[in-house]
Structure formats: structure tokens, C-alpha cells
T-cell receptor, first 114, second 113 residues
Framework: EADIYQTPRYLVIGTGKKITLECSQT?????MYWYQQDPGMELHLIHY???????EKGDLSSESTVSRIRTEHFPLTLESARPSHTSQYLC?????????????FGPGTRLTVL | DAKTTQPTSMDCAEGRAANLPCNHS???????VYWYRQIHSQGPQYIIH???NNETNEMASLIITEDRKSSTLILPHATLRDTAVYYC??????????????FGKGTLLTVNP
């Protein structure tokens, strides 16, 4: 059972607001990820982290930023939300090593920017 | 990284086996085949993975061809709750430094009553 949490689950906010999407995991995983997914479309990696104080940009360019001050916490911030940021944001953490490498996903945050 | 090709959608009758194909003709020798699924509005979930031998777990079976250029995910007795998008991924290396997943479009499996 994956222990990875995202809050809020749903967020409706006006243009220009600063928002932070929270992601926490209690599994002690070093690697964490943020994906963005529009309805009916593919998941795209926007940020990832290999550990504390490590953050990297993903394959899809994003105006959001992330931080990794603690192993269990990987928040995503939008300084000034715009309607183009409307999407679902999924956080994941990675269990490495044998017998398998596996990413565990949170339930997602559905963001709507008006 | 290897690229996969999957059908856009498939239908299956409840209680029957669902066979989901995946082509990965450019897979390299040390790359694994992973399958994930995403039920509507949820995060993806790991199903199974393999290197070159067939694999089975409580969720599914994975059949990989001898040349490793294609594979088939088998759900032996599909239920309505198996309706989801199924992703075949081959760019995750066990023990390697690249731990990123690249999700394609996947196959939307619809299980009908």
C-alpha cells in the first residue's frame, strides 16, 4: 500500500494567485516526481528530485517550481497562476532496487485557474 | 530510450481474458518492460514487469517474445474495475541512474458487462 499524499485534491483559484501543491510520502523514498496531465491526455514529467536539495526540470517545460528540503516532502509552487495552468498534477515517489523499480503515485490535485 | 507502440483502445467482455499488446522493437538488452495502468482520475499504478521471461503475479501475466520486440499483458478474468488506460514502458532500468518514466498514450481498455 502506497503512502503518498497530495493536498488539496481540488483547487479553484483566480488568475494571479500564488499556490502551493503539497506532496508527502512516508516511505522514505529518495526520488520524487511531479507530472502534469490534461484530461484525456498523456502524463508529462515536469519536475523530479533525487533527494534532499536536489531538483531537476522534467521533459515538459513548466512555470512551476519545486523544493526538496525534507525527504518526505516535495511541494510544487506556482507564483502567479494562469488559466493555462489548469490541469491535473500528480506526485510520485520511487522505490528503487530489486525485485523491481516502481513509482507510487498520489491521488492527484485537480487545479482550475479562472 | 526505446519507444513503445500500443493500440489506442480495446474492448473486452467481463469475465473474459484481456490481451493487451505492446511493440517495443528498439528495446535494448538491459531494458525492462513495465506495465502500469491508470484508472480514471487516479494516479497510475504498477502492474507487472519483466526482462525476458514470462511473469505472473496476482494482477496479471506478462508474455515477452523471445526476440523481446513485443509483449502482451494478460488480465485473465477482466472485471469492470479493470477499465483503465494501460501503459507499456521500456525506459526504466533496474539499478541504473535513469529512474524517470516516460508515459505514452497507452491503451484504453473498456470492460463491458
Amino acid at each position: 500500500e502506497a503512502d503518498i499524499y497530495q493536498t488539496p485534491r481540488y483547487l479553484v483559484i483566480g488568475t494571479g494567485k500564488k499556490i502551493t501543491l503539497e506532496c508527502s510520502q512516508t516511505m522514505g523514498h529518495d526520488k520524487m516526481y511531479w507530472y502534469q496531465q490534461d484530461p484525456g491526455m498523456e502524463l508529462h514529467l515536469i519536475h523530479y528530485s533525487y533527494g534532499v536539495n536536489s531538483t531537476e526540470k522534467g521533459d515538459l517545460s513548466s512555470e512551476s517550481t519545486v523544493s526538496r528540503i525534507r525527504t518526505e516532502h516535495f511541494p510544487l509552487t506556482l507564483e502567479s497562476a494562469r488559466p493555462s495552468h489548469t490541469s491535473q498534477y500528480l506526485c510520485a515517489s520511487h522505490r528503487a532496487g530489486r525485485p523491481r523499480n516502481e513509482q507510487f503515485f498520489g491521488p492527484g490535485t485537480r487545479l482550475t485557474v479562472l | 530510450d526505446a519507444k513503445t507502440t500500443q493500440p489506442t483502445s480495446m474492448d473486452c467482455a467481463e469475465g473474459r481474458a484481456a490481451n493487451l499488446p505492446c511493440n517495443h522493437s528498439t528495446i535494448s538488452g538491459n531494458e525492462y518492460v513495465y506495465w502500469y495502468r491508470q484508472i480514471h482520475s487516479q494516479g497510475p499504478q504498477y502492474i507487472i514487469h519483466g526482462l525476458k521471461n514470462n511473469e505472473t503475479n496476482e494482477m496479471a501475466s506478462l508474455i515477452i517474445t523471445e526476440d523481446r520486440k513485443s509483449s502482451t499483458l494478460i488480465l485473465p478474468h477482466a472485471t469492470l474495475r479493470d477499465t483503465a488506460v494501460y501503459y507499456c514502458i521500456v525506459d526504466l532500468r533496474s539499478g541504473g541512474s535513469n529512474y524517470k518514466l516516460t508515459f505514452g498514450k497507452g491503451t484504453l481498455l473498456t470492460v463491458n458487462p
